[in-house]
């Protein structure tokens, strides 16, 4: 693939803490672009840095492109600051799940997502604001936000500490009374979890929203009503099909969910607490993403 023959002013976000500590994701940016006429500004996020500071530093960049450097909380964090602009969004995945950027179909190595900031094309995606937070993957109440909180609470990472989260929700977690309103309909279920998908699979590559397209002009909510350790960890550790009898899809620019109790939540793999009323909308063409 030829590179542009015109030369792109990047500015590239990078988050020191993703990765394994393997890569300087600062040396191999500036590595890549050394002969190449493209300038490549890199900008490491501080600690707790503010939205507000992070859109200055855009702002004052006037890039062509901005690239963000780590997992799903750094893209959205980029994202919040892009959204319903014309800068297009570039992904280097340095995270531990990367689920945006596989579902953006952007390789998972430095060399070749650095080759398609270059040379990738823009295209509009749509997003969505559940309780008035952007979410570009996915947001959940219920079973699988408990355990989000769970394995974050672990010293283990892997399949094994996931594994011992999963058994302790299990044994603790009670199903959700969720009444959803959809335009004029109201669905009344017992459930796991609820998804607000505008994605199509989780990180692991398992699909629970297979007819979801981020570029049309609805997301999904997904019903999951039942749940099992065999299914859990197929949600985490595979990509084999969840049991359809398990699951009800619905198509929606708006939705609004309550629930009985409050039950955990969670919006792109960060948890939020407990809440039991979920209102989300859909944002056409929200942001611009170089794929």
Known sequence: MGQKSFKLKLLFIVNPGSGNGEINYGDAISAYFEALEHSAEIYELPLNCSFEKLKEIIAQSNADRVIAVGGDGTIKLVAECLLQT?????????????GMAKELGIPTTIKESLDVVVNGQPKKIHAITVNNELCIHLADIGFNAYIVKKFNDLPQRGMWGYTKAAWKALWSHHKLE?????????????????VIANATMYGTGVKINPNGKLDDDFFEVILVKQYSVMEILKLRFTNMALNPKNIESFQVTSLNVKTKYKAHFQIDGEYMGKVNRIEANIIPAAITVII
């Open 178 to 194: 969720v009444m959803i309103r959809i335009r004029d309909k109201i669905i009344h279920s017992e459930a796991a979890m609820v």
């Open 86 to 98: 014309e800068t297009p969004l570039g992904i280097v995945p340095a995270g531990s799940a990367n």
